[in-house]
């Protein structure tokens, strides 16, 4: 089954868990794949909200948001850390296309890196004692859900010019069939969350998906795995104290 098989390619790409299938990679015939990517990160953001309701109440409540991104990094959002980081770095030494590649291939992080993920992780650890408990899981699994929607968005609008690298198999290769099934995973959370935080929130992933691919199709030349990771960061962070807000309670 089609499904089996693209759920396998993100579950394996995407975290740290024992694979779903073995011998099954990211490659051109299964580019389709990563509209699956949102429901991967539904239930990691799930997985990470049922640990997080424990020490939500046995760790003071500015340690146990750290622990919690802790997990979630291991999980598999250092991926995605890592992209950001690149990306910081390659803004930070305002060059534009290839100049600015060569700095984010570089392994080493610099201090737009280093400040990219600080207040990344600020941002979303922070905001985690402004949830209630119960709703942890749900609330921590729609914030995964809308990382990787971002992710797809920039993804289906970007186009990917070099020769090799990982978004080479996804990067403008995707129709929007693929954008409309990554979204509706966002309705599992619809009976928790309601109709207007999922509105907001999916309308935001995908504009800011497809606001930052038009932006580095730009600066950059085309959109890559570093700026894949980096946005789909940037929304987590960015929805974490929206979802958090009086206005958009919870």
């Known amino acids: 089954m089609w499904f089996l098989?693209?759920?396998?390619?993100?579950?394996?790409?995407?975290?740290?868990?024992p694979r779903l299938m073995d011998g099954i990679y990211p490659e051109e015939s299964t580019s389709g794949a990563l509209a699956l990517a949102p429901l991967v990160g539904l239930i990691m953001g799930c997985m990470v909200g049922l640990v997080s309701?424990?020490?939500?109440?046995?760790?003071?409540p500015l340690v146990w948001p750290l622990w919690s991104a802790g997990i979630y990094i291991w999980l598999g959002w250092s991926l995605h850390l890592d992209g950001l980081a690149d990306l910081c770095d390659g803004l930070g030494s305002g060059r534009?296309?290839?100049?600015?590649?060569?700095?984010?291939?570089?392994?080493?992080?610099?201090?737009f890196g280093v400040m990219g993920l600080i207040l990344a992780l600020g941002s979303w650890a922070g905001s985690l004692g402004s949830f209630p408990?119960?709703?942890l899981p749900v609330t921590l699994g729609f914030?995964?859900?809308?990382?990787r929607l971002s992710l797809l968005s920039c993804a289906w609008a970007g186009r990917?010019?070099?020769?090799?690298?990982?978004?080479?198999?996804?990067?403008?290769?995707?129709?929007?069939?693929?954008?409309a099934l990554g979204a509706t995973w966002g309705l599992l959370a619809l009976p928790v969350l309601g109709p207007v935080v999922l509105v907001c929130g999916l309308s935001i992933a995908v504009l800011?998906?497809?606001?930052?691919?038009?932006?580095?199709?730009?600066?950059l030349g085309g959109v890559n795995g570093d700026v894949l990771g980096a946005v789909e960061v940037a929304c987590e962070a960015?929805?974490?104290?929206?979802l958090g807000a009086p206005w958009l309670s919870m």
């Open 53 to 60: 309701i424990p020490l939500s109440w046995f760790l003071p």
């Open 160 to 179: 990917y010019p070099w020769e090799s690298g990982l978004g080479k198999v996804f990067v403008g290769r995707l129709g929007v069939a693929h954008l």
């Open 5 to 17: 098989r693209y759920l396998a390619v993100m579950w394996n790409l995407l975290t740290r868990l």
């Open 208 to 219: 800011l998906g497809v606001g930052c691919a038009r932006w580095m199709n730009s600066r």
């Open 96 to 111: 534009r296309g290839e100049g600015m590649m060569a700095v984010m291939k570089d392994s080493r992080i610099g201090a």
């Open 238 to 242: 960015i929805m974490a104290p929206l």
């Open 133 to 135: 408990w119960f709703k």
């Open 143 to 147: 914030m995964g859900y809308l990382g």
